[in-house]
């Protein structure tokens, strides 16, 4: 079994919230909520961005159909999440898909598989190579 202090930190890596309901239940019940904070702080970022926001301003007004708004104003090419040309951002995608406890350190081509479900920008592929390139040298 795995001991309190060693989940809290699992679940703050994961980000993910212990939410305990009150005793007024027959039972306590211990609740996982998953915060979209990623996605928000994409989302966000997506608004920061011009070419982007051209694809959002074609797609309102029957541009193509790959490209569509969601409900929570994000915009996403065949379903998948776009992702602005930040750095940054691109890098703690990148960071939190290598090193969740779940990947068990995926190569390249899997771990390009996994995001490629998500996530979409250009160049991801060469960013995915590299970015586990770097960690396999740091490594070593």
Same mark, same amino acid.
């Given at each position: 079994?795995?001991? %309190?202090? @060693?989940?809290?930190?699992i !679940?703050?890596?994961?980000?993910?919230?212990?939410?305990?309901?009150?005793?007024?239940?027959?039972?306590?019940?211990?609740?996982?909520?998953? &915060?979209?904070?990623? &996605?928000?702080?994409?989302?966000? *970022? +997506?608004q920061?961005?011009?070419?982007?926001? @051209? @694809?959002?301003? *074609?797609?309102?007004?029957?541009?193509? +159909?790959? !490209?569509?708004?969601? *409900?929570?104003? #994000?915009?996403? !090419?065949?379903?998948?999440?776009?992702?602005?040309?930040?750095?940054?951002? @691109?890098?703690?995608?990148?960071?939190?898909?290598?090193?969740?406890? $779940?990947?068990?350190?995926?190569? %390249?081509?899997?771990? $390009?598989?996994?995001?490629? +479900? %998500? !996530?979409?920008?250009?160049?991801?592929?060469?960013?995915?190579?590299?970015?586990?390139?770097s960690v396999?040298? #740091?490594n070593?």
């Amino acid at each position: 079994m795995v001991g %309190s202090s @060693k989940k809290i930190t699992i !679940f703050e890596k994961l980000k993910l919230e212990v939410v305990v309901l009150p005793e007024t239940l027959q039972e306590c019940i211990a609740a996982l909520i998953v &915060r979209l904070d990623l &996605r928000e702080r994409v989302i966000s *970022a +997506q608004q920061q961005s011009e070419a982007l926001e @051209k @694809k959002r301003l *074609a797609s309102r007004t029957g541009g193509p +159909q790959e !490209f569509r708004e969601e *409900a929570d104003n #994000a915009l996403t !090419f065949k379903g998948r999440l776009c992702v602005p040309d930040d750095p940054m951002l @691109k890098e703690e995608i990148l960071t939190e898909a290598h090193s969740t406890p $779940y990947a068990a350190h995926p190569g %390249s081509t899997r771990m $390009y598989q996994d995001l490629r +479900q %998500s !996530f979409c920008w250009e160049g991801m592929k060469n960013d995915v190579a590299s970015h586990v390139q770097s960690v396999w040298c #740091a490594n070593k």
